[in-house]
């Protein structure tokens, strides 16, 4: 009997003190649904209070203009999904190079680190210029457009813009440490359309002319700008900035999703004689000569490779070319650049050969050079009193 009520006893326990904690959650439920519509309801309220200046935000100081807001949309419409219609947007679309390459040798942190740099180096040429904005930076995708808030063709600014960046490779090699790392730019002259997106709240720009500057800029080469014919039609062909700019031929491309687009590629002028040898002595001693008589920089080249690219990336005054790297004749690579150039440039680069002729006399190889080169010069004697005379119809 003892045992019996004992039992009941703990029963009467348990019953009580589950029916305790029930009542206890149901009131804690219902207080948490009764907070939870109070702050539906502020956020509501607050979302709806927003006034302009605290919706718009930009990636760079957090905050945009008034004037620039009200050319894009209200407040009130943002929450509808608005969309503002921009006309005649100078839109510039960059990539970089070789950039998969680079990350897959690096660590996160180093590539992290490298793009924070990589991006102040174009906000420090983009901020030069009025209403040029960098919109988007994506991997190393960069989406760079001009005339959004004050209607104005901004493609000479762009232009220029290039120009800055693509004449500073040098300057992004050494951020990225690495001599292989290049650029390719698309330009192209269309209209967008701008809105907010939620969830994450953020700005955004669409539009079939942002399609054909990524495809302009997909299909330009290493070091080079791709500009539409669209984009031409509002440059003065006078215009100081295409002056800096060796113009390349005429291409008419299709484009999937966009059609065919009539473009030209733009080389940057370099005001430095080229000058590759694989004896860095003889560079450094053809540089001086080249500095005194002329007054005129170098860009010096060891290898075959470097030699070759930057030929392909740039426009030179002159070249001047030695025929043999170690024990590699150049002629094959020189064939190939020559083909290269008749493919995508209108001026073909001026060349002068530099090589050690035995006895004064031509072999058959020399004489397969005369094709490609616009001189040949014997190292020997004072070889370099004969080539100062040649480059003064150069320089």
């Known amino acids: 009997m003892k045992l019996i009520l004992k039992n009941l006893s703990c029963l009467y326990f348990f019953v009580k003190s589950f029916l305790i904690l029930k009542i206890y959650s149901t009131n804690e439920v219902k207080n948490y649904d009764n907070n939870l519509n109070i702050n539906k309801n502020d956020s509501s309220d607050y979302r709806d209070s927003l006034d302009e200046t605290q919706i718009y935000r930009s990636s760079e100081d957090n905050s945009i203009d008034d004037n620039r807001i009200d050319n894009i949309s209200s407040s009130k419409e943002l929450f509808e999904y ?14 970089i190079v070789g950039f998969s390459q680079w990350c897959s040798k690096q660590k996160p942190i180093d590539i992290f680190k490298t793009m924070t740099k990589y991006n102040a180096f174009l906000n420090s040429k983009i901020n030069e210029y009025e209403d040029i904005e960098k919109v988007e930076l994506v991997g190393d995708s960069v989406l760079i457009v001009g005339g959004l808030y004050t209607n104005d063709i901004k493609m000479n600014d762009m232009v220029c813009l290039c120009y800055d960046i693509l004449s500073n490779i040098k300057t992004l090699k050494i951020i990225f440490e690495d001599e292989t790392i290049s650029i390719r730019i698309g330009l192209h002259l269309g209209d967008v359309h701008s809105g907010f997106i939620r969830y994450p709240k953020k700005f955004q720009l669409f539009g079939n002319s942002i399609n054909v500057a990524s ?66 002595i003889t560079s450094k001693i053809i540089e001086h000569n080249l500095k005194k008589r002329f007054n005129i920089k170098s860009e010096i ?59 004064g006399d031509f072999d058959e190889g020399f004489r397969n050079f005369e094709l490609y080169v616009d001189k040949i010069i014997d190292k020997k004697d004072n070889f370099l009193d004969t080539l100062l005379q040649n480059l003064d119809i150069y320089t």
Not at 245 to 263: D, M, P, R
Not at 326 to 332: H, K, R
């Open 301 to 359: 080249h060891t290898d075959v490779d470097s030699c070759f690219k930057s030929l392909k990336e740039k426009a030179y005054p002159c070249v001047i070319l030695d025929r043999y790297f170690d024990d590699f004749d150049i002629l094959q690579s020189l064939i190939e650049f020559r083909i290269w150039e008749s493919k995508y440039r209108t001026e073909p680069q001026k060349i002068i050969l530099i090589s050690s002729i035995d006895n």
């Open 82 to 95: 608005a969309c503002t219609t921009h006309t005649n947007i100078s839109i510039c679309m960059i990539d």
């Open 215 to 280: 495809r302009l800029e997909s299909s330009s080469l290493p070091g080079v700008l791709h500009v539409s014919t669209k984009a031409l039609s509002v440059l003065n062909v006078k215009n100081d900035h295409l002056s800096n700019f060796n113009i390349g031929k005429t291409l008419n491309q299709k484009f999937k999703g966009v059609g065919i687009i009539v473009s030209k590629l733009y080389f940057v002028k370099v005001n430095k004689i080229h000058v590759a040898d694989d004896v860095l």
